[in-house]
């Protein structure tokens, strides 16, 4: 599964350069960009977030002061045109320091930092496959644990998404391609620019609507070709 990364920098040439880097690394991947240590305090709550690439000189609220307030932070790399902040930065246990500007070579080096702690944090490849099963999500002031076993499809409504399971179903704020991200690729397939569904759990094909259920879902002409192939794989029984 792919690093999710953070990228916190009030000066947007900075932060669109470190954001381009992340796009360029196999095993990064993009979550989301914020202007200000407010702004991703109030994201993390909503999305899983395992490497943030901080800035540490902000208005309002410092890079360091906002590493200070997580009780549990992900992993920090500081990037910053201030060398001398680097003593302080070590002390709260950061990856890495990086002084602006940061070439591709050191960010990558960085990046390779992270990729091994992940991997170690990880553990055991059994404990990997059990936490494969499931993920959490924010709802309701509270984090919900929901198993992939038990979607049936996932419905994006504007920044939120509906998540239909067997039980009923669960918002969170959260928007549809960060929650892509995380199912499995094997078995969740996005048909519709609104809608992702359980392979498993299509009962029947007709046209541009698929059904699960009692709920018929659109099929978007844009995924149509590729949903189809996706059914070859899963072993169409025909005459």
């Not at 055991?124 to 509270?142: L, M, Q």
């Not at 620019?193 to 007709?206: A, N, P, R, Y």
């Amino acid at each position: 599964m792919k690093i999710q990364c953070l990228v916190v920098d009030d000066e947007p040439l900075a932060r669109e350069g470190i954001a381009n880097y992340v796009r360029q690394v196999d095993f990064l991947e993009l979550a989301g960009t914020c202007s200000s240590a407010i702004e991703a305090n109030n994201l993390l709550g909503t999305m899983q977030v395992d490497l943030i690439f901080l800035d540490i000189e902000m208005p309002k609220l410092s890079g360091l002061a906002f590493v200070q307030s997580l009780s549990n932070p992900p992993m920090i790399v500081f990037s910053t045109a201030y060398p001398d902040h680097a003593l302080k930065g070590f002390e709260l246990d950061v990856l890495d320091y990086l002084v602006k500007p940061v070439s591709f070579e050191r960010f990558l080096k960085a990046a390779n930092k992270a990729k091994e702690r992940h991997k170690l944090a990880a553990g055991p490849a059994e404990e990997t496959e059990k936490e494969s099963e499931y993920f959490f999500i924010k709802t309701d002031k509270k984090l919900l644990k929901i198993k992939f076993s038990e979607i049936e499809f996932i419905e994006g409504l504007k920044d939120y998404v509906k998540i239909h399971t067997s039980s009923g179903f669960n918002l969170a704020l959260v928007n549809l391609k960060n929650i892509e991200s995380k199912l499995p690729e094997n078995n969740f397939f996005r048909v519709h620019k609104s809608f992702i569904v359980s392979m498993d759990k299509i009962t029947s094909l007709e046209g541009n609507f698929l059904t699960l259920g009692k709920q018929e879902i659109p099929i978007g002409k844009e995924y149509k070709d590729r949903f189809y192939e996706k059914l070859i794989t899963k072993k169409i029984i025909s005459r």
